[in-house]
């Protein structure tokens, strides 16, 4: 199963659509990606009108840089976020970096708390601060004082609870 | 190869998340297009991404999927790169010349005062009326002369003044000329050589005349922007360059459009850039581009 099972349309047709520059694609990518990368963003900035603006600047980036985009090879959904991921990053940037085991503040206001509860602390927390505050696993390692295999092994095992979510 | 072993490595959970380097990146986009079951496993990983953000949060409200849509078809790219440095050189900045020589002429000295002759006679009646003459008469005309000569000696002072003014003012063009030309000749070097890459860039919706044009030198990386056509800025706001590669944009500076000499603005060095664009933000500039703002783009 994956990410096209659950859309009105595949992602070979929104990227040749993309590709050839037809503004259909528009509605279609919005309808496909729009929520997730949404919330992605806002979990980083924690602010609608920004979340909005980076929104906006993600889909008109995707739109005017799709040549980039190596169709054969590329994954959608994975380019989309990570261009979202690291404009997000880059507006927070500027403000304070805290990097600490702190409460997940945003991830414990979210609607679906039932299925959050099903990942444990850790791994709540190694997301969060990798996927949503910009750090590099390294850098948690040494703030943790563990080894980097030890975070990357963590890490995937996080990864693979969100999959088993339901 | 094992491809279970090298799902179970953990790489490509690191290459969904973002976590790898980009010659990693490229490795692991490799192997998903060589093994089917690679590109199945990152698939699955993207949809428990995808379904993690999908249902976290309400996503964002209903009226922005219009207002995005309409923003981008607005701002869609018609600009064009030309990579020769040749045209370049009719954009040479040309001094300004802020004078017009003036000629000055100063009044030549007047004649104030006749040639009086004094003829002498015998009778008495000739020189009472020669006395009466130099004690009345004389005075009177010296005193008409010296008021004349007052009177010009204040115009002459006058004009003098204003000849001092005239050679300042012509000393401070002659330097602004100077500076122009510096500043010209050190265009036109920097506009020969040939690692110069030129970049239009043209007006969006926000302003469609605005035209700029960036050289861009590929050996040092270092950035020259010619503002040829850019509106000026209200006092609250400023234009800001920036530089798009591979989802990453980085400021390259602010300006003003209040580029009175039209001179050409160093702005940061950057080494790899596939659209460049310019955005009218907040004074003192932004962390991202404002799109709703967006001024002028290069094509990519």
């Known amino acids: 199963m994956n990410i096209q099972t659950q859309q009105a349309v595949s992602d070979t047709e929104l990227i040749y659509l993309l590709k050839i520059k037809d503004v259909t694609a528009l509605p279609l990518l919005y309808d496909a990606y729009a929520k997730s990368i949404y919330n992605l963003i806002y979990q980083i900035v924690s602010d609608e009108n920004e979340t909005e603006k980076i929104l906006e600047f993600t889909f008109f980036h995707c739109w005017n840089s799709f040549y980039l985009f190596d169709a054969n090879k590329g994954f959608l959904f994975t380019w989309l976020s990570l261009n979202a991921r690291n404009t997000a990053l880059q507006h927070k940037k500027g403000k304070t970096k805290e990097l600490s085991l702190r409460p997940i503040v945003t991830l414990a206001n979210a609607s679906n708390k039932t299925v959050l509860a099903q990942l444990n602390t850790n791994h709540r927390q190694l997301l969060e601060l990798f996927y949503y505050s910009g750090f590099s696993l390294m850098e948690i390692a040494e703030q943790q004082q563990l080894a980097y295999a030890t975070i990357k092994t963590d890490f995937r095992a996080a990864l693979l609870a969100l999959r088993n979510l339901k | ?300």
């Open chain 2, 1 to 300: 190869m094992d491809t279970e072993i090298y799902i179970s490595s953990g790489i490509l959970e690191l290459y969904c998340a973002g976590a790898l380097s980009e010659a990693e990146m490229r490795e692991v986009e490799r192997m998903a297009s060589q093994f089917a079951a690679v590109k199945k496993e990152i698939q699955a990983i993207e949809l428990a991404l995808w379904s993690f953000n999908e249902h976290i949060f309400a996503g964002p409200h209903d009226q922005l999927k219009t207002e995005l849509i309409a923003g981008i078809k607005l701002n869609s790219s018609n600009t064009i790169i030309e990579k020769t440095h040749e045209a370049a050189l009719n954009n040479a900045v040309e001094p300004e010349v802020n004078t017009v020589e003036t000629p000055i002429v100063l009044p030549a000295a007047k004649e104030i005062i006749p040639e009086q002759t004094i003829q002498s006679t015998g009778s008495k009646k000739k020189k009472i009326s020669i006395g009466i003459f130099l004690v009345i008469i004389l005075p009177i005309i010296l005193a008409f002369g010296a008021f004349g000569l007052w009177n010009n000696w204040d115009a002459l002072l006058q004009e003098l003044t204003a000849a001092k003014k005239l050679a300042a003012n012509a000393e401070k063009s002659r330097a602004q000329i100077d500076s122009n030309l510096k500043a010209t000749s050190q265009t036109l070097d920097t506009l020969r050589n040939p690692d110069l890459i030129k970049i239009t860039l043209s007006g969006m919706k926000f302003s469609p005349a605005a035209k700029a044009v960036i050289y861009w030198n590929k050996n040092t990386n270092q950035i020259l922007l010619d503002p040829v056509l850019i509106p000026l800025e209200d006092k609250d706001h400023c234009y800001q360059l920036w530089a798009m590669n591979k989802g990453e944009t980085l400021s390259l500076g602010t300006f003003s459009a209040t580029n009175k000499n039209k001179q050409m603005l160093p702005m940061k060095a950057v080494d790899k850039a596939s659209v460049f664009i310019i955005s009218l933000e907040p004074k003192n500039g932004s962390a991202i581009p404002n799109i709703a703002q967006l001024c002028l783009m290069s094509k990519e």
